[in-house]
C-alpha cells in the first residue's frame, strides 16, 4: 500500500489515522496511514526519511505547519495564503505543500450545515494562525462583508489589509463591533482556556449561524454564549473532517463522503 502519515508533537491524539483508514474503506483506496511523531527540533529530519522509506504524502499538526510551509518546493495558493501547510505531497522527488484547512471549514458549513456563506454578513474571531487560513476560502464564497476582529486590533487590521485585494474584508477590535453578522466563526484559541472573546450579544443577527472551530464532548463556552443569544451553533468536528477528506482527494483523486463518519466520530467524542 502506499504510505502516509500525520507527523506532530504530541500526535497520539489525532484522529487522522481513523479516518483516513475510513475514507481508504469507503473508496476502495489501498493506502497505510500511521502516526509520526517528531522530535520538535526534528521535523525536516522526519519528513526526509519518511520520502526515503518511500511515503507518498502527509499531514501536518501542531506544531509543524509553518515549517512545512518553508520546507515545501512548491506551494498552493491557498497554502501560501494560510502561511502555513498541512498537508504535503511527495511526488518525483519535490515536496508540495497546500492547505485543506479552510476549505475544510467552508465546506462543513456550507455543505454538512447547509449555510451558504455567498452574500452573508460573516465575523471571524482570532487573527492567529487559524483565522488567516480561513480567510481566502471564506472570501472565495463571495460573502457580502468579513469582518476579521480580535483581542489585539492591530493584528487583526494587519490580516484584513493582506487580504485587501480578495474580497471586502476589514479587522478590528472585539469593543467596536456594534453591527450584527449572519455568522460568527470562532477562529481564537480561547476555547481552550474555557474563555470567551469579549464580544457584544449584538453581533449575532436574528437567526445568526455561530461556528467554534474546536470541538469537545461538551459545547465550548462560545457555543454556549451563542446559542444564549439565539443562534444555532456547530462545533469543528466537521472541519476535522473535511479537512482530511479534501487532503485525501489531493493524495488520491477521489473525494470519499464524510456523513457517516461524522456522525460515528460524534459518537465517540
Ligand atoms: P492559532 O494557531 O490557534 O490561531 P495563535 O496563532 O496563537 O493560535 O492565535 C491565537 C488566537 O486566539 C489569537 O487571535 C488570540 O488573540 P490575540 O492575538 O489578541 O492574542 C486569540 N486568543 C487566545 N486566547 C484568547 C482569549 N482568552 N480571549 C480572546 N482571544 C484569545
Known amino acids: 500500500p502506499d504510505r502516509y502519515v500525520v507527523i506532530g508533537n504530541p500526535v497520539a491524539h489525532s484522529k487522522s489515522p481513523e479516518i483516513h483508514a475510513w475514507f481508504a474503506r469507503e473508496t476502495g483506496q489501498n493506502i ?54 498541512n498537508t504535503l505531497r511527495f511526488e518525483d522527488g519535490r515536496i508540495l505543500g497546500d492547505n485543506t484547512d479552510g476549505v475544510g471549514l467552508v465546506n462543513d458549513i456550507v455543505c454538512n450545515a447547509g449555510i451558504p456563506l455567498s452574500g452573508r454578513r460573516i465575523l471571524l474571531l482570532g487573527a492567529g494562525g487559524a483565522a488567516r487560513g480561513v480567510i481566502l476560502p471564506i472570501l472565495a464564497q463571495a460573502p457580502a462583508q468579513l469582518r476579521v476582529a480580535n483581542r489585539t486590533a492591530g493584528k487583526a487590521e494587519d490580516l484584513a489589509r ?32 474555557d474563555a470567551l472573546p469579549p464580544i457584544p450579544p449584538a453581533v449575532f443577527a436574528p437567526g445568526a449561524f455561530a461556528y467554534d472551530m474546536m470541538y469537545g464532548r461538551e459545547a ?34 477521489v473525494r470519499p463522503h464524510t456523513a457517516e463518519l461524522l456522525a460515528d466520530l460524534r459518537t465517540r467524542l
Open 220 to 253: 465550548t463556552v462560545f457555543m454556549r454564549f451563542a446559542a444564549e443569544h439565539g443562534a444555532s451553533v456547530r462545533d469543528g468536528l466537521g472541519m476535522l473532517v473535511e479537512q482530511a477528506a479534501e487532503s485525501f482527494a489531493l493524495w488520491r483523486g
Open 32 to 85: 497505510r496511514y500511521d502516526r509520526l511523531l517528531a522530535p520538535v527540533d526534528g521535523f525536516r529530519a522526519a519528513v526526509r526519511e519518511f520520502i526515503a522509506a518511500g511515503g507518498r504524502g502527509a499531514n501536518v499538526t501542531v506544531p509543524f505547519k509553518l515549517e512545512a510551509h518553508a520546507l515545501s518546493d512548491e506551494l498552493s495558493a491557498r497554502a501560501r495564503a494560510a502561511g502555513a501547510v
Open 162 to 193: 493582506e487580504f485587501d485585494a480578495e474580497g471586502p474584508v476589514s479587522g478590528s477590535g472585539y469593543e467596536v463591533l456594534e453591527s450584527a453578522f449572519d455568522i460568527v466563526i470562532n477562529a481564537t484559541s480561547a476555547s481552550l482556556g
